[in-house]
């Protein structure tokens, strides 16, 4: 946790803080684990998983949830960077549709992922101070897009379920500065500043965030899901942790 304020930036780019030769072990392997679908390799280079997990600190043995796992991409990678001992939560939301909760009870059936468990919960059913890392990627935006969701809730729900010094690595498709939340349900972007502000309302600390995922070339005025720029939008990766005491 970084104090009197202070936040660590990191440009990751290539040859950079984290590079290939210190990523480690049981994320090198995880990423590079022969089982993984191949639609899921196909966009390591762009997604870049390794280097996502070393920003994020998992380590062997931790208790993570993968919260709105989507098709299982980092589900995948998770279980097998925490390895046997630890545990990978694959958490959806009630209500739900079945497309989006099926992939990751697909995962949790097959024996080569035995540890992960596909949960369809509140956040707030989690126990308290369980939790060593809360993962959500590419879908913080869509939280605000939920009728009669308490996004600030939530996150303070994330806060109760995290051990003391766990953290909340949040990553997410960049809007424009200034914008808010006003383009989550349109161009489900959101504004990096403002998803700062609201998670640390609840409590959380930033730590750190990445360059990692940045692409300056964006022009944050179309859909994330248009062909010009899918799969290569700007995005911002923000560790957030819960303070110790």
């Given at each position: 946790?970084?104090?009197?304020?202070?936040?660590?930036?990191?440009?990751?780019?290539?040859?950079?803080?984290?590079?290939?030769?210190?990523?480690?072990?049981?994320?090198?392997?995880?990423?590079?684990?022969?089982?993984?679908?191949?639609?899921?390799?196909?966009?390591?280079?762009?997604?870049?998983?390794?280097?996502?997990?070393?920003?994020?600190?998992?380590?062997?043995?931790?208790?993570?949830?993968?919260?709105?796992?989507g098709?299982?991409?980092?589900?995948?990678?998770?279980?097998?960077?925490?390895?046997?001992?630890?545990?990978?939560?694959?958490?959806?939301?009630?209500?739900?549709p079945?497309?989006?909760?099926?992939?990751?009870?697909?995962i949790?059936?097959?024996?080569?992922?035995?540890?992960?468990?596909?949960?369809?919960?509140?956040?707030?059913?989690?126990?308290?101070?369980?939790?060593?890392?809360?993962?959500?990627?590419?879908?913080?935006?869509?939280?605000?897009?939920?009728?009669?969701?308490?996004?600030?809730?939530?996150?303070?729900?994330?806060?109760?379920?995290?051990k003391?010094?766990?953290?909340?690595?949040?990553?997410?498709?960049?809007?424009?500065?200034g914008?808010?939340?006003?383009?989550?349900?349109?161009?489900?972007?959101?504004?990096?500043?403002?998803?700062?502000?609201?998670?640390?309302?609840?409590?959380?600390?930033?730590?750190?965030?990445?360059?990692?995922?940045?692409?300056?070339?964006?022009?944050?005025?179309?859909?994330?899901?248009?062909?010009s720029?899918?799969?290569?939008?700007?995005?911002?990766?923000?560790?957030?942790?819960?303070?110790?005491?």
């Open positions: 946790m970084m104090t009197s304020g202070l936040v660590l930036t990191m440009t990751l780019a290539a040859g950079g803080a984290y590079a290939a030769d210190k990523i480690p072990d049981n994320i090198a392997a995880a990423v590079t684990d022969p089982g993984r679908p191949a639609n899921d390799t196909a966009r390591d280079a762009d997604r870049k998983p390794g280097e996502s997990l070393t920003f994020a600190g998992v380590k062997t043995g931790g208790n993570v949830v993968d919260f709105v796992p098709g299982g991409y980092f589900t995948r990678i998770l279980s097998k960077a925490v390895g046997p001992k630890g545990h990978v939560t694959a958490l959806s939301l009630p209500g739900s079945d497309k989006y909760v099926a992939p990751s009870q697909a949790a059936a097959d024996p080569a992922y035995s540890n992960v468990t596909a949960a369809v919960q509140n956040v707030g059913d989690l126990p308290a101070g369980s939790v060593d890392l809360f993962w959500t990627a590419q879908n913080y935006h869509d939280l605000h897009n939920v009728t009669d969701a308490d996004v600030a809730a939530l996150d303070k729900a994330i806060f109760v379920a995290l003391p010094g766990g953290t909340f690595l949040v990553i997410d498709h960049a809007d424009a500065a914008t808010g939340f006003k383009d989550t349900n349109t161009l489900h972007r959101i504004d990096v500043e403002a998803v700062k502000k609201e998670v640390e309302n609840a409590g959380f600390v930033l730590a750190a965030q990445s360059d990692l995922l940045k692409n300056p070339t964006d022009p944050h005025t179309v859909v994330v899901f248009d062909p720029i899918r799969g290569k939008t700007d995005q911002f990766m923000l560790k957030f942790e819960k303070p110790k005491k």
